[in-house]
């Protein structure tokens, strides 16, 4: 009984063993197809991550850049506003001063217009004497 056990379990190792080698070398050739891929995943990363770290370099720059033109920009706008806080309070005044003389104007046109139609009135009955006294 014993021989023909290990008659079976040689029967069994012969069929086995192969199938078992096949199955690590297929196995074996996985893995380096899997750390193949893996490693070129990985090469790939790191060119995404040396663009990606160009970029931000580019980005700071141009941030700075920014960052300079509008403080730049802030400062002439506030040297600008100094400037026409300056200038404009005698402007303003010159304009109060036409709205004052506008509205003594109006305030006096009525004045005027009576005025100007007296000597129409005068004008017209001096310009009749005048033609009177030539016939």
């Given at each position: 009984m014993q021989s023909?056990?290990a008659?079976?379990?040689g029967?069994l190792?012969?069929?086995?063993?192969?199938?078992l080698?096949?199955?690590v070398?297929?196995?074996i050739?996985?893995?380096h197809s899997l750390?193949?891929q893996?490693?070129?995943e990985?090469?790939e990363l790191?060119?995404?991550?040396d663009?990606i770290?160009?970029?931000?370099?580019r980005?700071?720059?141009?941030l700075a850049f920014l960052?300079?033109r509008?403080?730049g920009?802030?400062?002439?706008n506030?040297?600008?506003?100094q400037t026409?806080a300056?200038?404009?309070?005698p402007?303003?005044?010159k304009?109060?001063d036409?709205?004052?003389?506008?509205?003594?104007?109006?305030r006096n046109?009525?004045?005027?217009?009576e005025?100007v139609?007296t000597l129409q009135?005068?004008?017209?009955?001096?310009?009749?004497?005048?033609?009177?006294?030539n016939?």
């Amino acid at each position: 009984m014993q021989s023909k056990r290990a008659s079976t379990i040689g029967r069994l190792e012969s069929h086995v063993q192969p199938k078992l080698r096949r199955d690590v070398l297929k196995l074996i050739e996985d893995s380096h197809s899997l750390t193949t891929q893996t490693r070129a995943e990985i090469q790939e990363l790191a060119q995404l991550m040396d663009v990606i770290d160009n970029s931000n370099k580019r980005l700071e720059v141009g941030l700075a850049f920014l960052n300079t033109r509008i403080h730049g920009t802030l400062k002439d706008n506030k040297r600008i506003i100094q400037t026409l806080a300056d200038l404009m309070p005698p402007y303003v005044a010159k304009i109060r001063d036409v709205e004052t003389e506008f509205e003594d104007f109006e305030r006096n046109f009525p004045k005027l217009e009576e005025t100007v139609k007296t000597l129409q009135a005068r004008s017209t009955q001096t310009s009749d004497d005048v033609h009177s006294s030539n016939v």
